[in-house]
């Protein structure tokens, strides 16, 4: 579905569900770094091969400060992303992108989520229409991130991130919160 930019202004623009690494992609671990620690969520294949099937292009938006921390390197990082695609291409999901933050949250940096930078940089790269796009995230940097770029936020309730949907509803009441991944099939027929 990635169009060439020669043929932008003859193409309707790309959609995507973007997606936060740790707690929506695989299970949270703080700090993971070894492939043997990546574990998928039960039904997450089947959900992120529908929106794929939906003609929506999958994209990974991961704020990875452990690098800058010293917690593991890049290399860790893109090996445990490479275990990510083998196991979702079992079930076949495939990944158009995924886009790092290296940098912990004292560097400043422009593309640590909350920051629109990434979901910006994808957009113009994969000629994606940002307003027509989700974002499923489990922080409230990612729904921020979301919001920043003029992306539909989806959260993620889980165990770990029950305590941020009071104040995340109280400060942006209209973003849709879900339990259970499989509750975003809705949001593809609309």
């Not at 422009?110 to 990434?118: G, V």
Request: glycine residues 4%; negative net charge; contains cysteine.
């Amino acid at each position: 579905m990635y169009l060439d930019n020669k043929n932008e202004e003859f193409a309707e623009p790309n959609k995507a569900l973007f997606l936060d690494r740790d707690g929506v992609l695989i299970d949270y671990i703080p700090y993971l770094s070894h492939p043997h620690q990546v574990n998928i969520p039960l039904n997450a294949g089947k959900v992120f091969r529908k929106w794929q099937d939906s003609g929506y292009l999958l994209i990974v938006i991961t704020n990875q400060s452990g690098i800058a921390r010293g917690y593991f390197t890049a290399n860790d990082v893109e090996e445990v992303h490479a275990k990510i695609r083998q196991e979702y291409k079992k079930i076949g999901v495939y990944f158009e992108d995924i886009f790092i933050c290296p940098h912990q949250p004292s560097d400043n940096c422009q593309c640590r989520k909350p920051s629109p930078y990434m979901l910006r940089q994808a957009s113009e790269q994969y000629f994606i229409e940002l307003s027509h796009s989700y974002f499923i995230g489990d922080a409230i940097s990612d729904v921020e991130c979301a919001i920043n770029a003029g992306c539909n936020p989806i959260f993620l309730l889980t165990n770990r991130t029950l305590v941020d949907a009071k104040n995340l509803a109280q400060k942006y009441p209209s973003v849709y919160m879900i339990k259970e991944l499989s509750e975003t099939i809705k949001l593809i027929e609309c």
